[in-house]
């Protein structure tokens, strides 16, 4: 997806992205049974890509590192979201791709113990994110009252 305008591109990926999820979503919810059999494509669609990226670099983890030691911004300053994004769907429909190990941080709880924390890279939660957005419209359809429209 073309970011020469990215406040752009990013409306025009949000409503692509709204668009297939409301089909996604009247689809299950028509028919219960129905199989779903091409969404990988869905996952690496620029459009879906960008708007995990964009809910991604938006959330106060993104100024978390992975074991890659990258963050959102480290990504924008020195790569470029475009081509980041380019790179990512490249590897992902090659099926290059792998998730790495996530960074693991002992978090105090009350009462002085200790709880595990991992944390992905920016990378993977990307992809995440694109998969979220692919299967949650088709899963909601499960748990929403008869008739509801899915919005995102």
Not at 14 to 22: A, F, G, N, S, W
């Amino acid at each position: 997806m073309n970011t020469d305008d990215p406040e752009l591109a990013l409306l025009r990926a949000e409503d692509r992205v709204l668009e297939i999820q409301t089909k996604l979503h009247r689809w299950a919810r028509d028919d219960p049974h129905r199989q779903f059999g091409d969404l990988f494509n869905l996952v690496t669609d620029p459009a879906f890509l960008l708007v995990a990226w964009d809910r991604v670099r938006g959330n106060k983890g993104a100024k978390t590192a992975g074991v890659d030691g990258r963050t959102a911004l480290s990504i924008v300053l020195r790569v470029g979201v475009e081509e980041f994004l380019d790179g990512l769907r490249a590897s992902l429909k090659d099926r290059k791709f792998r998730p790495l190990p996530v960074r693991e941080r002992m978090i105090p709880k009350p009462g002085g113990k200790l709880r595990r924390l991992g944390i992905a890279t920016i990378t993977d939660r990307v992809v995440q994110a694109s998969v979220k957005l692919v299967l949650e419209p088709i899963f909601e359809a499960d748990c929403a009252p008869r008739g509801a429209d899915f919005t995102g």
